[in-house]
């Protein structure tokens, strides 16, 4: 039997990473602007309290399950920045252009070029859900000044993964679920929701 369930973002390439791995589980997914839901705010300071908020605001308007997630990059040399803000680094409109303009530029001064991506996810079965199930993944990585790739999206041009001698776009889309932040935080809740 399919299960419906709303994804809390509008995303498209998230979209279409998570119903490629839980689409054959059975999952039927949409994203809540296809359910008229609008974009929750996230005006908390840790990945896992806003992936939360977004879940609940998706549920309590549509009824359904809902699956958020909150993600970024995090880079060392600056404090862990952008972080929870990743999305809106250079401020709004959101760009990932200029969102990558900004962290090359604020890491120009620095050795120290190591990041990781950091994904929570947090699956409701109603909106009250005193039991949220929650499970994270980290990719870790190098920001590179020089973009490379035209898969994915986001930071994916500029970070680089020295062992594979690739950015994250220039991985295949199963290569990258494979590795991924996501891909591996998307394992892990499925592995605690079957």
Known sequence: MTQRLVLASNNAGKLKEFGQILEPLGFELH???ELNV?????????????????ARHASRLT????????????VNALGGAP???SARYAGEPKSDAL???KVIADLEAHADKSAYYYCVLVYVRHADDP???IADGVW?????ATARGANGFGYDPHF??????????????AEKNTLSHRGQALRALVGKLT
């Open 83 to 85: 972080g929870v803000w």
């Open 31 to 33: 994203a809540q602007g």
């Open 140 to 144: 870790a990585g190098e920001i590179s």
């Open 160 to 173: 680089w993964l020295p062992a594979l001698g690739k950015s994250a776009a220039e991985l295949t889309p």
């Open 131 to 133: 039991q949220p199930v």
């Open 99 to 101: 969102n990558n303009q």
């Open 63 to 74: 009824g359904l399950p809902a699956l958020a997630d909150d993600s970024g990059v995090c």
């Open 38 to 54: 609008p974009e929750c705010a996230e005006p908390f300071a840790t990945f896992v309290e806003n992936a939360l908020e977004k």
